[in-house]
C-alpha cells in the first residue's frame, strides 16, 4: 500500500510538471503539455487503478496554486481522469468461460471509443465555457501578437489585416478549436495510452497479454453516434428553433469519431497489408504522409467507415488465405 501511494506521488509530481511547463511558452513545452497523461496511465497501468488514481488528485492539488481552481477543474475533467477511466477500462477483464483461467479483456475497437467520447470532453469544454468573453479576448491577444511579431519581420502596417478581419478570424477560430481540439485529444489520449501500456509491458507489470491492435472493431452503436452527430452539426441551419451551441456540440463529437474512425483506417491497412513486401515502407510514407498533409486522414476514416460497413479485413482475410504463423 506504501509502495502505491508513493508511485501516485510521483507520478502526480510528473504529470504536475509537464502541465506546469506552459508557463514557459515554448514550443518544447506544448509538447510535453500533451504528454501529461502519460505518468497518470503508466501509475495505473503499471502498479493500480488507485496509484492512477492519487496521481490525477496530486496533480491537481500541485496545479492549484500555479493556474487556479478552474483551470485545474479543466485538468481533472478533461485530463487527469479521463487517464486513470481509460487505463481503468484497458485492465478490465471477466472470466471467458472457454478455458480454466482465460479471462476476456475490454475490447480495444471499445476503448477507441471510449478514447473519442473523453476527447469530445475536452472540446465540448470550450463551446460550453464559463467565461466565453475572455477566452475570444485571449484569442484576440494571441492573434494580436502574431500579427505584431510578423510587422516587425518587415511586413508594412497597411498590409494588416482590419479589426474587422481580426473579427472574422477570431469568429473562425471560436468555431473551429472545439472540434480541433476533441480530434486532438482523443490521438494524445489513444497515444500515450499505447506508450503507457508499452511501457508496463516492457517493465512486465502490465495484467493483460497485448492484443492484436490491427484486428480490433467497433461496435455497431459507435455509427449510430457519429449519424446523430453529423445530422446534429446541420440542425442550427435548418431550424432556428435549435441554439446553435447544440450545433458545435455535436460537431465536436463528429471530429472526435472520426479520430477513432481514422486510428480504425489505420488498423484496417495494418492488417490487409500483412504479408506483403514493401509493408514497412507503406505503413512508414503513409503514417508521414498523415503526419506531413493532415488532410489524409480523411481516407483513413473513409476506409475505417467502410470496413465497418463491409468487413474489408475479413474479405480480403477468406480471399488470401492463412498467413505463416510470425517467428
Known amino acids: 500500500m506504501v509502495q502505491i501511494v508513493l508511485i501516485g506521488i510521483a507520478a502526480g509530481a510528473a504529470s504536475a510538471l509537464l502541465i506546469a511547463a506552459l508557463a ?10 500533451h504528454l501529461a497523461p502519460l505518468p497518470l496511465m503508466i501509475a495505473a497501468l503499471g502498479w493500480s487503478q ?15 496554486a500555479v493556474f487556479g481552481y478552474l483551470f485545474v477543474a479543466g ?47 475536452v472540446g465540448g469544454m470550450f463551446v460550453i465555457a464559463p467565461d466565453p468573453a475572455g477566452f475570444r479576448a485571449l484569442l484576440k491577444r494571441v492573434l494580436d501578437l502574431i500579427l505584431r511579431i510578423d510587422n516587425e519581420s518587415g511586413q508594412a502596417p497597411a498590409d494588416l489585416p482590419s479589426s474587422g478581419d481580426i473579427d472574422q478570424m477570431l469568429d473562425l477560430l471560436v468555431i473551429a478549436i472545439p472540434p480541433t481540439a476533441a480530434a486532438l485529444s482523443t490521438l494524445t489520449n489513444l497515444g500515450n495510452l ?76 495494418h492488417a490487409t497489408t500483412r504479408g506483403i513486401r514493401g509493408r514497412g515502407m507503406v505503413l512508414a510514407g503513409t503514417y508521414a504522409t498523415v503526419a506531413v498533409l493532415g488532410w489524409p486522414v480523411l481516407v483513413m476514416t473513409l476506409i475505417g467507415l467502410i470496413d465497418s460497413a463491409i468487413d474489408i479485413r475479413g474479405r480480403i482475410a477468406s480471399r488470401r488465405g492463412p498467413l505463416a504463423p510470425r517467428p
Do not use: C, H, K, N
Open 75 to 121: 485538468y481533472l475533467v478533461g485530463i487527469a481522469l479521463p487517464a486513470w477511466w481509460l487505463s481503468y477500462l484497458a485492465l478490465l477483464g471477466r472470466p471467458s468461460g472457454t478455458a480454466a483461467g482465460s479471462v476476456e479483456w475490454f475490447p480495444v475497437g471499445r476503448l477507441v471509443i471510449w478514447a473519442a467520447l473523453t476527447g469530445s470532453v
Open 50 to 64: 488507485l496509484a492512477g488514481l492519487i496521481a490525477a488528485f496530486v496533480s491537481a492539488a500541485a496545479l492549484v
Open 24 to 33: 514557459s511558452g515554448s514550443l518544447l513545452a506544448m509538447l510535453l503539455f
Open 194 to 269: 499505447w506508450l503507457a501500456a508499452q511501457i508496463a509491458r516492457v517493465s512486465g507489470r502490465l495484467a493483460r497479454p497485448w492484443p492484436m491492435l490491427s484486428d480490433m472493431v467497433f461496435p455497431r452503436i459507435a455509427a449510430i453516434f457519429l449519424a446523430v452527430a453529423a445530422v446534429g452539426t446541420l440542425l442550427p441551419e435548418v431550424s432556428s428553433d435549435v441554439p446553435p451551441v447544440i450545433g458545435r456540440l455535436a460537431a465536436v463529437l463528429a471530429a472526435s469519431l472520426f479520430m477513432a474512425y481514422a486510428m480504425l483506417g489505420l488498423a484496417v491497412l
